[in-house]
């Protein structure tokens, strides 16, 4: 019996083999970037050409040597001309250059969509911190006006409100602007944007003081001003960059829409808006004069979009849909 259970077990360890752990070769690496990377490089860069073109607007208009006011088209053709080599974008209804005038209306786009969004950021910021922080009868009384903005239909009550002042020149705060028309467009697209801001402000600032930081804040003595701008604003920066960048790219398009229909930025200034107006009647014969502005319109407001959308998914994972 043990001779034949010494036989068993060498038999036995003879077979035996420890398992192989297979060998796991490492995931393969996409060679295409990721949704939310190529978002923000797209959208980076379409926002970096928008503001080269009006940063550098006077620069570029010197090396192609033309006026955007100015007809260049020859006297013995009748504009508008097509594209060629003086030309790239060809020429508008009256002779003048279609491509000096597309660079020189990013600034008046790059004007509207940031001042108004900035204003729009000062008034929101200001009145949702106050109506988080205060609660009670204030945070309803300031969140029932909220509501009284969002009743009214946006590009609609901007269209009444501009269209009501018909002479922006003879304003009393206007009129020491540059363009009085552009000035009546970026304050009244400021003062009508600040209601979703407010409420994202005070939905952040209502979730960060339930918080122990700010609880122990207030415990240690801090004052309200102090625990508004050093503990529950800093708190509040993300969800607002990623509404300020989407903010100015709507602001953009609402320009050119005002101006499209007549009660934005005045001729002679290259808007986009006026430019798509004003080759809309060569539409099937010269479609070049109304198709480039248009497609400015969709790639600058398609970059602020992707760029926007590229901030919100690296500055923090999303929980409930809201950014954190």
Same mark, same amino acid.
């Given at each position: 019996m043990c001779l034949q259970s010494s036989l068993h077990r060498a038999a036995t360890s003879l077979c035996y083999s420890p398992p192989v752990t297979p060998v796991t070769s490492p995931a393969p690496r996409s060679v295409f970037p990721s949704r939310p990377r190529l978002s923000l490089t797209l959208g980076a860069f379409l926002v970096g050409v928008f503001f080269l073109c009006a940063l550098f607007a006077p620069l570029f208009t010197d090396w192609f040597g033309y006026d955007p006011y100015e007809q260049v088209a020859p006297r013995t053709i009748t504009p508008p001309t097509p594209p060629g080599r003086d030309n790239l974008l060809g020429t508008d209804g009256l002779g003048r250059d279609v491509l000096s005038r597309l660079i020189h209306g990013a600034r008046i786009s790059l004007e509207v969509g940031i001042v108004a969004e900035v204003i729009a950021l000062i008034l929101g910021t200001a009145l949702g911190a106050f109506a988080g922080y205060a609660g009670g009868r204030t945070d309803a009384f300031l969140m029932r006006c909220t509501d009284l903005v969002f009743a009214f239909p946006g590009p609609l009550l901007a269209l009444a409100i501009i269209a009501a002042v018909p002479e922006p020149e003879s304003a009393p705060i206007l009129r020491h602007l540059p363009h009085p028309s552009v000035g009546i467009v970026f304050l009244v697209l400021g003062c009508l944007g600040w209601a979703p801001i407010a409420r994202l402000v005070r939905a952040e600032f209502l979730r960060l003081r339930e918080l122990e930081f700010a609880q122990a804040a207030q415990a240690l003595g801090a004052s309200g001003a102090r625990l508004v701008l050093r503990h529950l604003l800093p708190g509040a920066l993300r969800p607002l960059i990623v509404v300020g960048t989407l903010g100015v790219g709507g602001n953009i398009l609402m320009e050119a829409w005002l101006s499209f229909l007549g009660v934005g930025a005045r001729p002679p200034l290259p808007s986009w808006g006026t430019m798509v107006t004003?080759?809309?009647?060569?539409? $099937?014969?010269? &479609?070049?004069?109304?198709?480039? &502005?248009? $497609?400015?319109i969709v790639l600058v407001v398609l970059g602020f979009n992707l760029l926007g959308d590229g901030i919100s998914d690296r500055l923090g994972p999303r929980r409930g849909g809201a950014i954190i």
């Amino acid at each position: 019996m043990c001779l034949q259970s010494s036989l068993h077990r060498a038999a036995t360890s003879l077979c035996y083999s420890p398992p192989v752990t297979p060998v796991t070769s490492p995931a393969p690496r996409s060679v295409f970037p990721s949704r939310p990377r190529l978002s923000l490089t797209l959208g980076a860069f379409l926002v970096g050409v928008f503001f080269l073109c009006a940063l550098f607007a006077p620069l570029f208009t010197d090396w192609f040597g033309y006026d955007p006011y100015e007809q260049v088209a020859p006297r013995t053709i009748t504009p508008p001309t097509p594209p060629g080599r003086d030309n790239l974008l060809g020429t508008d209804g009256l002779g003048r250059d279609v491509l000096s005038r597309l660079i020189h209306g990013a600034r008046i786009s790059l004007e509207v969509g940031i001042v108004a969004e900035v204003i729009a950021l000062i008034l929101g910021t200001a009145l949702g911190a106050f109506a988080g922080y205060a609660g009670g009868r204030t945070d309803a009384f300031l969140m029932r006006c909220t509501d009284l903005v969002f009743a009214f239909p946006g590009p609609l009550l901007a269209l009444a409100i501009i269209a009501a002042v018909p002479e922006p020149e003879s304003a009393p705060i206007l009129r020491h602007l540059p363009h009085p028309s552009v000035g009546i467009v970026f304050l009244v697209l400021g003062c009508l944007g600040w209601a979703p801001i407010a409420r994202l402000v005070r939905a952040e600032f209502l979730r960060l003081r339930e918080l122990e930081f700010a609880q122990a804040a207030q415990a240690l003595g801090a004052s309200g001003a102090r625990l508004v701008l050093r503990h529950l604003l800093p708190g509040a920066l993300r969800p607002l960059i990623v509404v300020g960048t989407l903010g100015v790219g709507g602001n953009i398009l609402m320009e050119a829409w005002l101006s499209f229909l007549g009660v934005g930025a005045r001729p002679p200034l290259p808007s986009w808006g006026t430019m798509v107006t004003e080759g809309q009647s060569y539409f $099937l014969a010269r &479609p070049w004069v109304c198709i480039a &502005p248009g $497609l400015a319109i969709v790639l600058v407001v398609l970059g602020f979009n992707l760029l926007g959308d590229g901030i919100s998914d690296r500055l923090g994972p999303r929980r409930g849909g809201a950014i954190i």
